[in-house]
């Protein structure tokens, strides 16, 4: 497939504000279990909120560039019985909301407790709005997930492995964000988020060499036997039917040499797993605050890539029909 | 419910492409249309077409076949590109079971392009709207039009009639007939979409002549002496 | 073929309808003579022929003088009868009668002639029918000589001989139709052989083009398929006496100022006294046509006119005019030179083609060339006729012929080219087109085709409906007034139904040559007997043979008249494999028509240009890869006279002897209103340049047209070429460029997004530039 770049920025920038809001929401929790100390809500919940907002509106607004007709796009949210698509194009607003709400409150500070559970568990409305968040933030990473897991024709995609990454790589550069906000804004949740991060980001790396294994060896369910149904050993296509290019040529193929997508595909597993958790270990080390910040950097450079080698990887059945032109 | 549908024959489609043009003159002017182009005069030009012709080489030569395909919508009747369209603008027809798009409400998100399998569908650059052929809806549907002229363009434009239109659900029509007794089938079966296009493979004729079909006693080699008449024949006997 | 006929394709290519036949015979270019000659051996030697046909509709039985020391040596022998002059062949011929063992007149009543066999007659004159000499004649073409030729193995040849022969005997059609034959024998049905034959320029387009039809008509013939239901079918005006009434000048004193032609411009020679040459029996015409060069050039040789002109043989020209042809491209060989010519000039710094007009529609290679545009109409501006007088579009069941009227008027400056003829021609004065005072006749050409007649009064024109004074006569009767409405109100066609008893065997169907003669389709209503033995050919035979008390051919010309004006089929290698070196240049380098387009004259069309771009050269991958040349890689495509860069295809489709692409996709940067940079003119080609068109020097002469010798047929498909891998350092563009072409006055600018909310104001403007 060709990778378009409106959805590379996307999907790994809706992953990124999702792991954020997940991790905040993950660090109130433990504070609340006086596993970590309590933060300052409005500095840092509520900063923290913004800052996932901010990627959330970024893909948001990239997405529009994949749109024809973005003005029209609120009518994709009529289809959510039959499409994926649209599925995630009403989890995504809701989630923002969500992550809007779970902000404001901090920042303005409402977290007086609502009622305690057996006097031991305050709960407050950040509590209950963070909680309906994060399970708003895994319908929507399970949404933009199946938008490419469903379809059978992409062999690569149809798999619950690209659902795993999806959530365990937009996770982990989250918690590696919220690792780097939290050392930019001095807070000791560093090791913690750090940690978490590296965690997820090895998770990542397996389900994600998962899928490169099995796309290596994958069986294609079609050839150009059962194409234009003639069987043969020896079948070439001479002439596609035209000659200058067309619809089919554009958005299904990438275009670009085997040599180049090898080299994305090394520099993304560089760059995504080893290289960042080798920094943030540094960090620990170093005690440095500049270092978890650029591992999130460095991080997010490499999901782009994955992200483009994703659907460059992806080879549609249509594409037998296009091989050849005289 | 009937399925509209369309029969290819590879048997006798020679390539000629005037269902390719045929197609985008009557579209393009028409309820499906506009079918822009870029670059139409310069490098590379390109545009939409709802249906192209293809050429495959099957087998090794001498024994070669040349297999000219003409390739558009299916219109299948599972078609995997309708669901996933977030905006209902992708459907297919209750009545006659064609699939279609309304361009006032597609995104252009291309989305149904991917879930094509058959590379049927064609983005609009221009106007960013998914387009595809339309079995020709306003033609088949256009109850002034003669019946004899209710058919799709290139079905009309064929000059072999290669392509022949009819209701598959129909058992008794000329397209169901064709399938039943002509070996009619399915693009990519494996994916269950089911689509209601099918093609007729290429049929063979062929001859066998026995030697005794050679000498014959009404050789006219006879009749110069040229022959010798072996022994009696019937002309020399029955009456 | 869907009612289980069965469709066999002979083609050294299996593309278009050859890829849907039953059975592709791929062969090798330029040798289909051979094969036709072996299917002829094995029809006669099992005796799959049909004696009757050929006994009652062709001259197979009638004797032939056969004595090598007389004169008359493979004519008729005919006897004395007083017989109305004509054009005709005349029936004065014989027959050996099968029961009393002598010579008769041919068709004499209740006789059976013998086939076989050599006879004297009574006077002493050593004779054998047609068909004996025929059987002689292909007598050593087995079909192990085919094979070798041809590269088709011969118990294929076999098989195929066979199945024709069977079929066209086992499987007769007979239709319920009475009808009666020039010699008034009642017939009460119409049968017929179905094997028919569809053959065009894959066999025409090479210089032993005449003579490998001629095989395959024959091979028609014998198996008697001519003008019945299955086989071959006549369009009127045809069939028309073999050869053709009308003839050409027959010397240069044809040709007189102010003086009407005095012959046709084109015409069918039928003996050496109706060539159009001067006293040493050299060419008058520029293009040497009807000279002893190609006697028998129907239709004239085009493709030297240039070269002529340019060289100044026979003589220098004042002014070209070329309309509706594109020489400077894809109706010219060898046209990198030609394009020199065009504009070559001599010593004295002078335009050696002084004058060149040229009228076409569209910005063509040729109309950069010009030093006058006549921008002509396209078909859909314009009245046209497609007129009996022409090539109408007959059908087998009767004349049609049709006109066309304008859909939308005429562009900026363009004016159809009919109008300008006729407003040259009344201006000049020309009998046809003005009165007796020298008045203008014709205001226009619709009123020109209603109301020309061939001569005057002769009730003949243009058309052949709705004439007569109320449109009641079709065919032949006076002009009519209203006969252009009355085509409009039948959709612009007019097919007269032949009755069904005239739709038959109409070379030799009483009713029908009666009518024909009745409506001037024909003058004469006596049979048109086939020449499966051509006394015509022999005649001119005779001539460089000395025998023929006429005109003579130059020395130099002898042997090849003499070769080539054979009575009987032969096979012979093409011109350029002959004369060429076959092992340097192995391969046939050949064009097809791409069924999107038309010649040149489609890349101006933004949805055919999608289609062909560019062009391709096909190669037989195993032959490819012998010259480690993959599929895609840029090559070099070389004859001895020239070359093209450009890119390979592979493709098990062709005969590995055999190289080829689309006809006429590659165009000149620039022409064809198509931006520099299109891909017609960097990636496409034209296979054009390496096609010679004259031959090397040889005996016949140093400036040899690159055609049939018969018929001056060109042979566009003889060249011979070598491939060769392009060097990694060459760019990746066709070879040769040119300079780019000039936008024209009139064409319009390109135009900016912007200007699409004025909704094309400037148009007008633009258009008259
Ligand atoms: N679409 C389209 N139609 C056209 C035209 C056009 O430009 N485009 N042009 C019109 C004109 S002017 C003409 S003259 C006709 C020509 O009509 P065709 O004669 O059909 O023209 P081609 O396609 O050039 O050649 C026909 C076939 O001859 C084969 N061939 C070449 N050499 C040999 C040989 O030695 N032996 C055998 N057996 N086959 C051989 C080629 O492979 C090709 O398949 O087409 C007319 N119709
Ligand atoms: N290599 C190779 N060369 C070939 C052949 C081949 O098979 N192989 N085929 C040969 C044969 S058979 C033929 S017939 C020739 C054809 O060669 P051409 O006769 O040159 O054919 P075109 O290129 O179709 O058209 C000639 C010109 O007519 C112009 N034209 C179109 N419509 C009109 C009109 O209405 N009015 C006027 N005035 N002009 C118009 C076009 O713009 C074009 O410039 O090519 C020959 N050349
Ligand atoms: S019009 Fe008919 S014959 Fe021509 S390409 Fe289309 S289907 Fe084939
Ligand atoms: S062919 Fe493609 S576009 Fe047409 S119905 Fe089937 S899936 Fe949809
Ligand atoms: S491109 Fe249009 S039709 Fe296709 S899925 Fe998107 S909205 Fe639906
Ligand atoms: S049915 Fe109509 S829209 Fe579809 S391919 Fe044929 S002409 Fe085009
Ligand atoms: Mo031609």
Redesign the pocket.
């Known amino acids: 497939m060709h990778p378009a770049f409106s959805v590379i920025f996307l999907t790994t920038l809706i992953g990124v504000g999702q792991g954020l809001f997940l991790a905040l929401y993950t660090g109130q929790v433990y504070s609340l279990a006086n596993l970590l100390p309590a933060q300052d809500s409005s500095a840092f919940y509520g900063m923290g909120s913004l800052l996932s907002m901010i990627f959330l509106i970024a893909g948001l607004f990239a997405s529009f560039f994949h749109l024809g007709h973005p003005e029209r796009a609120w009518r994709a949210a009529s289809q959510w019985r039959t499409s994926w698509l649209s599925r995630e194009v009403i989890v995504l607003p809701a989630f923002m909301g969500l992550v809007f709400l779970y902000g404001a409150l901090h920042y303005l500070g409402w977290t007086m407790p609502l009622f305690t559970v057996s006097d031991t568990l305050p709960v407050d409305l950040t509590l209950i709005i963070g909680f309906l968040g994060s399970v708003a933030a895994f319908a929507l990473f399970i949404s933009t997930a199946m938008i490419y897991a469903s379809l059978k024709f992409l062999q690569e995609w149809h798999s619950p492995l690209t659902v795993a990454n999806y959530m365990l790589l937009g996770i982990a550069s989250g918690f590696m964000l919220a690792a780097a906000f939290s050392a930019y804004t001095g807070v000791d949740l560093v090791a913690f988020f750090g940690t978490w991060a590296v965690i997820f980001t090895l998770m990542g790396m397996v389900t994600r060499a998962a899928s490169l294994i099995r796309n290596k060896n994958l069986r294609r369910k079609i050839e150009l036997k059962s194409a234009i149904g003639m069987r043969h050993s020896s079948m070439h296509q001479k002439a596609q039917g035209f000659m200058g290019g067309s619809f089919n040529t554009r958005e299904f193929f990438h275009g670009k040499t085997a040599a180049t997508v090898k080299v994305v595909k090394i520099s993304f597993l560089v760059l995504v797993f080893p290289l960042p958790v080798a920094l943030i270990a540094a960090a620990y080390a170093l005690e440095s605050s500049a270092l978890p910040m650029l591992a999130f950097v460095v991080q997010y450079v490499g999901l782009m890539a994955e992200r483009w080698y994703f659907f460059a990887e992806a080879k549609h059945p249509q594409n037998l029909y296009y091989q050849s032109m005289a | 419910m009937s399925q509209m549908a369309l029969v290819i024959d590879l048997n006798v489609c020679v390539g000629?492409h005037a269902c390719v043009t045929s197609c985008k003159e009557w579209n393009t002017s028409g309820w499906a249309g506009p079918m822009p182009d870029q670059r139409p005069y310069d490098a590379d030009p390109t545009g939409v077409f709802f249906n192209r012709v293809q050429t495959y080489e099957v087998g090794e030569f001498p024994c070669t076949e040349t297999l000219h395909f003409p390739k558009s919508c299916l219109h299948c009747e599972d078609p995997p590109c309708v669901p996933v369209c977030p905006t209902g603008a992708s459907y297919k027809r209750e009545d006659n079971g064609v699939v279609l798009v309304d361009y006032d409400k597609c995104i252009g998100c291309k989305y149904c392009s991917w879930a094509c399998p058959y590379g049927a569908r064609e983005f609009d650059e221009k106007n960013k709207v998914m387009k595809k052929c339309t079995l020709c809806i306003d033609r088949i549907t256009d109850m002034s039009l003669p019946e004899n002229e209710r058919k799709p363009a290139c079905v009309l434009a064929c000059p072999t009639r290669a392509r022949i239109y009819g209701d598959v659900h129909d058992p008794d029509s000329e397209v169901s007939v064709a399938i039943r007794e002509q070996g009619g089938y399915q693009l990519q079966p494996e994916w269950g979409t089911q689509p209601a296009n099918q093609y007729l493979p290429r049929r063979k004729t062929r001859m066998h002549i026995r030697e005794d079909e050679l000498v014959r006693s009404d050789n006219p080699l006879r009749e110069e002496m040229e022959l010798p008449v072996e022994g009696e024949t019937l002309d020399d006997v029955a009456w | 073929k869907r009612r289980g006929g069965r469709l066999i394709?002979?083609?050294?290519?299996r593309?278009?309808?050859?890829a849907v036949a039953d059975e592709w015979v791929p062969?090798?270019?330029?040798?289909?003579g051979a094969?036709m000659l072996a299917f002829i051996h094995e029809l006669i030697k099992q005796g799959l022929y049909d004696r009757e046909f050929l006994i009652k509709y062709t001259n197979s039985a009638e004797l032939v003088i056969d004595d090598p020391s007389r004169d008359d040596h493979g004519l008729f022998k005919r006897f004395e009868t007083h017989i109305e002059e004509g054009c005709f062949d005349p029936e004065n011929k014989l027959w050996w009668d099968r029961d009393l063992n002598r010579e008769i007149s041919t068709h004499t009543p209740g006789t059976e002639p013998r086939l076989l066999g050599d006879f004297t007659l009574e006077d002493g004159t050593p004779v054998k029918p047609a068909f004996q000499l025929l059987k002689e004649r292909v007598e050593q073409f087995t079909p192990e000589w085919a094979e070798g030729i041809t590269g088709i193995p011969a118990e294929t040849i076999r098989r195929i001989a066979h199945e024709m022969g069977v079929t066209a005997r086992d499987q007769k059609i007979e239709l319920p139709i009475a009808w009666t034959d020039c010699w008034e024998n009642e017939h009460n049905s119409v049968t017929g052989n179905p094997v028919a034959f569809h053959?065009?320029?894959?066999?025409?387009?090479?210089s032993n083009g005449f003579q490998?039809i001629r095989a395959m008509s024959i091979l028609m013939t014998i198996l008697g398929t001519i003008d019945r239901p299955g086989g071959f079918r006549h369009r009127a005006p045809f069939p028309r006496p073999i050869p053709p009434c009308p003839k050409p000048p027959n010397s240069p004193e044809g040709v007189q100022p102010n003086t009407p032609l005095d012959g046709m411009p084109l015409g069918w020679p039928a003996k050496p006294e109706d060539l159009f040459v001067d006293d040493e029996g050299e060419a008058v015409r520029l293009d040497k046509a009807f000279s002893w060069e190609y006697p028998l050039s129907v239709h004239g040789l085009m493709h030297n006119a240039i070269t002529n002109a340019w060289r100044g043989d026979p003589y220098k020209i004042d002014t070209m005019l070329l309309f509706m042809a594109n020489m400077a491209w894809n109706s010219s060989m060898n046209t990198a030179s030609v394009r020199e010519m065009l504009v070559d000039k001599d010593e004295n710094g002078e335009y050696k083609i002084p004058f060149l007009i040229v009228c076409d529609a569209f910005q063509s290679e040729t109309v950069a060339f010009a030093d006058l545009v006549l921008p002509d109409t396209t078909y859909l501006e314009r009245h046209d006729a497609l007129s009996m007088l022409d090539r109408p579009i007959s059908e087998y069941e009767g004349p049609m012929d049709s006109i066309r009227i304008p859909v939308v008027p005429p562009k900026g400056e363009c004016k159809p080219f009919q109008e300008v003829l006729i407003e040259m021609g009344s201006r000049l004065g020309l009998p046809a087109f003005v009165n007796e005072e020298g008045e203008r006749k014709y205001r226009d050409y619709p009123d020109f085709i209603t109301n020309y007649e061939t001569s005057p009064g002769s009730g003949i024109g243009f058309l052949a409906g709705w004439r007569g004074k109320s449109g009641e006569k079709f065919l032949k009767g006076e002009p009519n007034s209203r006969q252009l409405e009355m085509y409009k109100q039948n959709d612009c066609v007019y097919h007269y139904h032949l009755p069904k008893s005239y739709q038959y065997m109409r070379n030799w169907n009483k009713g029908y040559l009666h009518w024909a003669r009745a409506h001037g389709m024909t003058r004469y209503a006596e049979p048109i007997t086939i020449h499966l033995y051509s006394e015509v050919l022999q005649k001119f035979r005779l001539a460089a043979q000395g025998k023929w008390p006429g005109r003579t051919p130059p020395e130099r010309l002898r042997r090849r008249i003499e070769m080539n004006f054979d009575p009987l089929p032969f096979f012979s290698e093409p011109l350029l494999s002959r004369l060429g070196d076959s092992h340097e240049y192995p391969l046939?380098a050949?064009?097809?028509?791409?069924?999107?387009?038309?010649?040149s004259w489609?890349s101006q069309n933004a949805w055919l240009r999608q289609i062909h771009t560019h062009n391709y050269m096909f190669v037989n991958t195993k032959t490819a890869k012998a010259q480690g040349i993959e599929d895609g890689d840029w090559i070099w495509a070389e004859s001895a006279s020239g070359k093209v860069r450009c890119m390979c295809r592979h493709s098990e489709a062709v005969e590995p002897g055999?190289v080829?692409t689309w006809?006429?996709i590659g165009k000149a940067s620039g022409a064809w209103g198509l931006s520099p940079k299109a891909n017609e003119s960097q990636k496409g080609f034209l296979l054009n340049h390496v096609i010679p068109e004259e031959l090397p020097p040889c005996e016949a002469g140093q400036h040899m047209s690159n055609s049939d010798p018969v018929t001056g047929q060109a042979a566009?498909?003889d060249v011979k070429v070598k491939i060769y891998k392009a060097g990694p350092e060459e760019p990746e563009q066709t070879w040769p460029q040119f300079k780019p072409q000039q936008k024209l006055p009139g064409q319009d600018p390109k135009r900016g997004k912007w200007q699409s909310y004025f909704a094309g104001m400037f148009r007008k403007k633009a258009n008259i530039g």
């Open positions: 000629c | 394709s002979i083609n050294p290519i593309t278009g309808y050859s062969i090798k270019p330029g040798t289909d094969l053959s065009m320029r894959g066999t025409a387009a090479h490998t046939n050949l064009t097809q028509r791409p069924m999107a387009m038309y010649h489609d055999t080829w006809n006429a566009w498909f």
